[in-house]
């Protein structure tokens, strides 16, 4: 099994300045260890809403050779949401696809989901994606919404991320179906 390195950066004047605790990367790290099967290496960032110094972060993670990084925070209208400007200021293809699917899960929830910018780019052979910045939000965005059963209802924006990055040339990406099942044409599976 592939090791995979991912970026994840929580994005907060508050948090960055420790007047209180970040809550982002411990929940986009705890999930993603439940949901991947691939050995890890985390690349954390926390800092704060700067658009020059996302920009830069997001460039130095891609740089460090991580095939997924993870934003949390700053993607709302306030003056100082400067994520999606970012991000978008990096890319060399936008994604539209998943912010369109993140805030049609976040839609079920609160009608302000639509006050949500979040936007998915590629850069070089990186995937990063602006995930929203409560935990139970991003655990929602990412694992798609279920029944009490356990049956899916709504999928998840993850399910498409490891296809994403076999197709960009990234490593290949084992989920955890109990939490996420990626969904890959027959032809891009791989059997051991």
Not at 10 to 27: H, N, T, V
Not at 42 to 54: K, V
Not at 82 to 110: C, D, N, Y
Not at 149 to 169: K, M, N, R, S
Request: some cysteine; aromatic content about 4%; hydrophobic content about 40%.
């Amino acid at each position: 099994m592939e090791s995979v390195r991912i970026g994840i950066v929580s994005i907060s004047d508050r948090a960055s300045s420790g007047l209180y605790e970040d809550k982002g990367l411990p929940a986009l790290q705890e999930w993603l260890q439940r949901a991947l099967r691939n050995p890890i290496t985390f690349e954390s960032r926390l800092i704060p809403d700067d658009q020059a110094g996302i920009s830069a972060a997001l460039i130095e993670l891609v740089d460090a050779g991580c095939s997924l990084v993870l934003t949390t925070g700053g993607t709302g209208p306030a003056l100082r949401d400067v994520t999606p400007e970012a991000t978008l200021a990096v890319a060399h293809k936008e994604m539209p696809g998943f912010g369109e699917q993140m805030r049609q899960i976040s839609l079920r929830f609160v009608p302000t989901a639509i006050l949500s910018r979040q936007v998915a780019v590629i850069r070089n052979q990186s995937l990063i994606i602006n995930l929203p910045g409560q935990p139970k939000s991003i655990a929602e965005t990412l694992e798609g919404l279920k029944n009490a059963d356990g049956t899916q209802t709504v999928q998840g924006i993850f399910a498409a991320v490891p296809y994403c990055i076999d197709l960009i040339g990234g490593p290949y990406l084992e989920t955890d179906d109990a939490v996420c099942k990626a969904f890959r044409p027959k032809t891009a599976i791989r059997t051991r």
